[in-house]
C-alpha cells in the first residue's frame, strides 16, 4: 500500500543530533539517516536529518504500527487534507513524544516530517485517500 516513506526534521542548536536519531529511529526502525548541515536564517547552525524507507516489509511494519499508536478517527477525518492531488501524505510526529516511543501527530510546528507515497494508480488523490481509508476502517 505505502512505496515509500520519506523522512526529514531539523536539529536545532539547543538538540541533540543523537536524541532526535533515535526518535525517527523509534517511528522507522529501519531508517537509514542522512545529516547534513545547513545555516538558519539567524546564521545559526542546523542539521537536517533526512532519508528513505520503501522496503515493502518496512514500510508494512510503519502503517501496522501507526494504526496500534494513534487515534483512527482522527486519522481518518485528517486524510483529505494531509493527501495530495499525487497521492502523498504528509504527517508531522512530536520529536520529544517520538524519543519517548510515543506516537503524537501535530498538524504545524516544529516536527518530525513524514511524506508517504500512497500506491495508488492512477495515482491520484482520492484513490489514494480511499485505499488508506479502507485499511484504517479494516483495522
Known amino acids: ?43 545559526d547552525k542546523i542539521i537536517i536529518l533526512s532519508g528513505t524507507v520503501s522496503k515493502k516489509r518496512y514500510t508494512k511494519t510503519f502503517f501496522n504500527a501507526l494504526l496500534e499508536s494513534v487515534d483512527l478517527e482522527k486519522l481518518n477525518d485528517d486524510l483529505e487534507r494531509k493527501i495530495d492531488e499525487k497521492g ?3 504527517l508531522r ?37 480511499d485505499k488508506v481509508r479502507e485499511a484504517i476502517l479494516a483495522d
Open 88 to 90: 502523498n501524505w504528509f
Open 1 to 43: 500500500m505505502i512505496h515509500n516513506i520519506k523522512f526529514r526534521a531539523f536539529v536545532y542548536e539547543n538538540e541533540s543530533a543523537d536524541d532526535l536519531s533515535q526518535a525517527i529511529l523509534n517511528l522507522l526502525p529501519e531508517a537509514e539517516i542522512e545529516a547534513e548541515e545547513a545555516e538558519g536564517l539567524l546564521e
Open 93 to 129: 510526529f512530536d520529536k520529544e513524544d517520538a524519543l519517548d516511543e510515543k506516537w503524537t501527530i501535530l498538524d504545524k510546528g516544529d516536527a518530525i516530517h513524514l511524506k508517504i507515497k500512497i500506491a495508488a494508480f492512477p495515482a491520484k488523490k482520492q484513490i489514494a485517500v
